[in-house]
């Protein structure tokens, strides 16, 4: 739209704008809201707050846990293949040997990270040992997120734990 059309459009009282979003939400009782915020769950009429270092322990794990997961998948598809005596190209098998290596490396480093910092001297000692750190911290980040679960007061999960009779 040329200038000279733009400004018309601004002068005349009828006209339609492209956007008027930003003023409906500047206006009190104006259309655009955000939306609710949903419910924790279910099972939660509040959610269960963690304190600060908890809650960099549980995010520490989740990484830790997924790095590992993916890494421990990728050797155990590898040996799968290898059993299976299927035949890769030889880029594929470069870029995979590639992801395993940066994997196992990656989990390596963090999972004695993430130990060390938590001062879980036994959970360190197994992933320092470079051949079993990727199972390790796959089993110690699963471990120590069902301790914080049931460490945390209150958790409506334990509850229905309870009553089924689990743990």
Known sequence: MPASSKKQAQKRPGARRASTAG???????????????????PLT???????????????????????????????????????????????????????????????????????????????FALVAFPATSVPCAVAYAWTRRMEIEEEVPGDPRQRTRDKRGAR
């Open 45 to 123: 009429d509040d959610p269960v707050v963690l304190e600060a270092r908890r809650r960099a322990e549980v995010r520490h794990l989740s990484f830790l846990f997924l790095l590992s997961a993916i890494s421990l998948l990728l050797f155990m598809t590898y040996a799968f293949a290898g059993l299976l005596r299927v035949g890769l190209p030889a880029m594929v098998n470069v870029a995979w040997l590639g992801s395993m290596v940066s994997g196992w490396a990656a989990t390596w480093f963090y999972a004695i990270y993430v130990t060390a910092v938590q001062r879980r001297w036994f959970w």
């Open 23 to 41: 003023r409906r939400a500047q206006r009190p009782g104006g259309v655009a809201r955000r939306a609710p915020r949903p419910s924790a769950g």
